[in-house]
Structures are given as C-alpha cells and as structure tokens.
C-alpha cells in the first residue's frame, strides 16, 4: 500500500506537461455550466480500486468535466456511467454508479487507471506528454503484484500497456488492437483490447452493454 500512496502523492503534484496544466487549470475555471458551482479537482488523477487485484483496466486519461472535475477516474461523465453499468453486471463494482468520490463504490479484484494522468485537449495527447506520464503509468503496472489480465479501453491505452511490455521485457510480436483480442504478455499476463466507453462507441452501436460486460467476465476468467 505504502508505495502506491508514496506515487499518488508524487502524481497529484506533477506539473511536467506545459500544455496538460495549462489545460486542466482552464478547465476548472470556466467549468462546464451544469457544475458552475462545483470546485472541480483539476489536478492529475491517480488509479482507484484493489491494489491485489488481478484485473487491470486502464483508459486512455481523465475526462474534462468528469475525472478532473471529481477527482476520481472514470467518475461522474457518461463514459463512467456505461463503463459502470458494465462493470457492475460482470461483478466486478459494487454499484452501477460513480458520480462522486463519496458514492460508496467499491471494485472486486480491479484496480482501473489511466495512461495519461492529466486530460488532454481534445481527447488527444502528444507523444511526449504520453512519454512523461508513462513513469507513473509504469510504477502502478509494476506495483500490481498480483496481475494477470490488463483491459484496455481504446487504442492509445492498448499502446501504452504494449510499451511497457516492449520496455521491460523481450517483446518482439505485433500486437494490434482490436475489441476482444487477447494477447499473451511476458509475466503470466494477458491484454485484452476492448473499445472505448465512450458516449460515440454507445450511441453507433459499436458497444453495448451485453457485449462489453461479456468481456469483462471473459476477463474475470482469465485471472
Ligand atoms: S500528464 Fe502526467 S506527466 Fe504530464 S503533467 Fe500530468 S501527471 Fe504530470
């Protein structure tokens, strides 16, 4: 526990990226006006869930309004609300719901994070703010001592997780992303690509909510 409080400390001061702080500071000025009268968090989000669990899922960063608003990863935004709903059918949440830090929720052998601590302009992050926050990134992967299945929610959090592998170890397969592909990773650990929560992914049909907690307990059997 000791060393993931020691990184959650170092996390939520970081100002590395320019562009990253400048952004999550606007945010949090001019706020989204349903929340005008909110204090938004808008600092880097840190992982949440079980430190001993065996799954990881990991998104791609904080959401505007949403992380970086409450302080929590993948809380109180529409994504979040699909993503849980998901999460709570596989069992793997105690609730369908995350609005807010103090909801209650709680996961069962999962510990969810993001690649990119800090929410990027337009959902897109630049090679080397991605490269600056893979040190956080790769200090949670390899404070998870129990790990075997790593979800990954979209491309660039499928990259991210292929980089660490491809850093640490001898990796010399391709690895494409793809909803529902699993790959063999050194260490005894699979990764699963799995198609963003995303409000586009839901409203065009490419996720639903069978589909996406069908995944999750396919994950759970994994462990
Ligand atoms: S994205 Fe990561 S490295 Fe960049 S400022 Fe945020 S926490 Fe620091």
């Given at each position: 526990m000791?060393?993931f409080?020691?990184?959650?400390k170092?996390?939520v001061?970081c100002?590395?990226?320019?562009?990253?702080?400048k952004?999550r500071k606007k945010?949090?000025?001019?706020?989204?006006?349903?929340?005008?009268?909110e204090?938004?968090?808008?600092k880097?989000?840190?992982?949440?869930g079980?430190?001993?669990?065996r799954?990881?899922i990991v998104?791609?960063?904080?959401?505007?309004?949403?992380?970086?608003?409450t302080?929590r990863?993948?809380t109180?935004?529409?994504?979040?609300?699909?993503?849980?709903?998901?999460?709570?059918?596989a069992?793997?949440?105690n609730?369908?719901?995350s609005?807010?830090?103090d909801?209650?929720?709680k996961?069962?052998?999962?510990?969810?994070t993001?690649?990119?601590k800090?929410?990027p302009?337009g959902?897109?992050?630049k090679?080397?703010e991605?490269?600056n926050c893979?040190k956080?990134?790769?200090?949670?992967?390899?404070?998870?001592?129990n790990l075997?299945?790593i979800v990954?929610l979209?491309?660039i959090?499928f990259?991210a997780?292929?980089y660490?592998y491809?850093?640490k170890?001898?990796l010399?397969?391709?690895?494409?992303f793809?909803?529902g592909?699993?790959?063999?990773?050194p260490?005894?650990v699979?990764?699963?690509?799995?198609?963003?929560?995303?409000p586009r992914n839901v409203?065009?049909?490419?996720i639903?909510?069978n589909?996406?907690?069908?995944?999750?307990?396919?994950?759970?059997?994994?462990?």
């Amino acid at each position: 526990m000791n060393k993931f409080i020691k990184l959650n400390k170092t996390i939520v001061k970081c100002s590395k990226c320019s562009r990253l702080v400048k952004f999550r500071k606007k945010i949090s000025k001019f706020k989204r006006k349903q929340y005008i009268n909110e204090k938004y968090w808008g600092k880097p989000i840190t992982g949440f869930g079980d430190i001993n669990s065996r799954i990881l899922i990991v998104g791609l960063a904080p959401a505007a309004h949403g992380g970086t608003r409450t302080g929590r990863v993948f809380t109180g935004d529409r994504s979040s609300d699909f993503l849980y709903k998901c999460l709570y059918k596989a069992k793997i949440s105690n609730q369908s719901i995350s609005k807010s830090v103090d909801d209650g929720l709680k996961l069962n052998n999962a510990f969810i994070t993001t690649a990119l601590k800090c929410v990027p302009p337009g959902d897109k992050p630049k090679k080397n703010e991605l490269d600056n926050c893979s040190k956080y990134f790769d200090e949670e992967i390899n404070n998870l001592n129990n790990l075997r299945v790593i979800v990954a929610l979209g491309k660039i959090a499928f990259d991210a997780c292929v980089y660490f592998y491809k850093k640490k170890y001898t990796l010399n397969q391709k690895l494409n992303f793809g909803h529902g592909l699993i790959y063999n990773l050194p260490n005894n650990v699979k990764l699963i690509g799995c198609y963003h929560p995303s409000p586009r992914n839901v409203n065009t049909g490419r996720i639903n909510l069978n589909k996406m907690s069908h995944l999750f307990k396919k994950a759970i059997k994994l462990t």
